[in-house]
Nanobody
Framework: QVRLVESGGGLVQAGGSLRLSCAAS????????MGWYRQAPGKQRELVAI???????TYADSVKGRFTISTDKAKNTVDLQMNSLKPEDTAVYYC?????????WGKGVLVTVSS
């Protein structure tokens, strides 16, 4: 069982920054990828950014150039630095880990960007 605990959500004005962190624990070897998804009210959950064990990272077009994902394999953490936030970034952000083909999810943290 993989346990994911997120932190760092909150309220920020447009143009501001927030940093989300996620720590994985439990049966975590091997983790093949870690990343972040988000779900806005009335919308489907969508990929924000993901980092593969190979080092490859993928970002949603809507966050490229503004968000940066980083992982620490020794600490089993994944962070998401979010800059130049926009009201449309408002959502619940979920930490995701893929282990042996299975997706594992955190409970989510709310990010609210005011205009």
């Amino acid at each position: 069982q993989v346990r994911l605990v997120e932190s760092g959500g909150g309220l920020v004005q447009a143009g501001g920054s927030l940093r989300l962190s996620c720590a994985a624990s439990g049966t975590i070897r091997p983790i093949n990828a870690m990343g972040w998804y988000r779900q806005a009210p009335g919308k489907q959950r969508e990929l924000v950014a993901i980092s593969l064990n190979s080092g490859t990272t993928t970002y949603a077009d809507s966050v490229k150039g503004r968000f940066t994902i980083s992982t620490d394999k020794a600490k089993n953490t994944v962070d998401l630095q979010m800059n130049s936030l926009k009201p449309e970034d408002t959502a619940v952000y979920y930490c995701n880990a893929v282990r042996l083909g299975e997706n594992h999810w955190g409970k989510g943290v709310l990010v609210t960007v005011s205009s």
